[in-house]
T-cell receptor, first 115, second 114 residues
Framework: AQTVTQSQPEMSVQEAETVTLSCTYDTSESDYYLFWYKQPPSRQMILVIRQEAYKQQNATENRFSVNFQKAAKSFSLKISDSQLGDAAMYFCAYRSANSGYALNFGKGTSLLVTP | ETGVTQSPTHLIKTRGQQVTLRCSSQSGHNTVSWYQQALGQGPQFIFQYYREEENGRGNFPPRFSGLQFPNYSSELNVNALELDDSALYLC?????????????FGEGSRLTVL
């Protein structure tokens, strides 16, 4: 079974600064999808960014970008120009391309943004 | 706003009771999945329904069951509640079964089992 590990339970960043959240995963598959989800206090999970494993280019969505290292099985999220509204739990998730319905989530990283 | 609504938002049950949680998805979202999120943990996949049939299940016992209806609503039923069933239950939907289709999550139902 695939496992997703987020080694940082909590992170803190000052407004306008940059922060990187770490994620590693374990899989024997070559084709899969990786995601970062944000869960604010409202509890609603929101997709931040998605990466297809077959793509070498790192995904970018506005202030959010990833560093995808397939050989190292690493998938970190960089948030640039942090804003107060970025404060939330962030979950890294894996989905197989072969048995493709379930998302495997990590335990999450709580991001605090200070003024 | 994801267009996925869940009810109730909070509820309290006692051990051994049964509970039904409800989810209403966007029109056209014929795939719905349910996740259990224990406190301080990431969500765990329970099962998925596509066109009213279960087509995938995680490591959960049969006392967790579901239904999906033609009007894009669905239910999660849990029988013989145990203390460890206390969690946030998330419903997520998307159109079709496409791998890359974005999942749209509801705000969840917080279940407390005493």
């Amino acid at each position: 079974a695939q496992t997703v590990t987020q080694s940082q339970p909590e992170m803190s960043v000052q407004e306008a600064e940059t922060v990187t959240l770490s994620c590693t995963y374990d899989t024997s598959e070559s084709d899969y999808y990786l995601f970062w989800y944000k869960q604010p206090p409202s509890r609603q999970m929101i997709l931040v960014i998605r990466q297809e494993a077959y793509k070498q280019q790192n995904a970018t969505e506005n202030r959010f970008s990833v560093n995808f290292q397939k050989a190292a099985k690493s998938f970190s999220l960089k948030i640039s120009d942090s804003q107060l509204g970025d404060a939330a739990m962030y979950f890294c998730a894996y989905r197989s391309a072969n048995s493709g319905y379930a998302l495997n989530f990590g335990k999450g990283t709580s991001l605090l943004v200070t003024p | 706003e994801t267009g996925v609504t869940q009810s109730p938002t909070h509820l309290i049950k006692t051990r051994g009771q049964q509970v039904t949680l409800r989810c209403s998805s966007q029109s056209g979202h014929n795939t719905v999945s349910w996740y259990q999120q224990a406190l301080g943990q990431g969500p765990q996949f329970i099962f998925q329904y596509y066109r009213e049939e279960e087509n995938g299940r995680g490591n959960f016992p049969p006392r967790f069951s579901g239904l999906q209806f033609p009007n894009y609503s669905s239910e999660l039923n849990v029988n013989a509640l145990e203390l460890d069933d206390s969690a946030l239950y998330l419903c997520a939907s998307r159109p079709g079964t496409g791998i890359t289709g974005e999942l749209f999550f509801g705000e969840g139902s917080r279940l407390t089992v005493l």
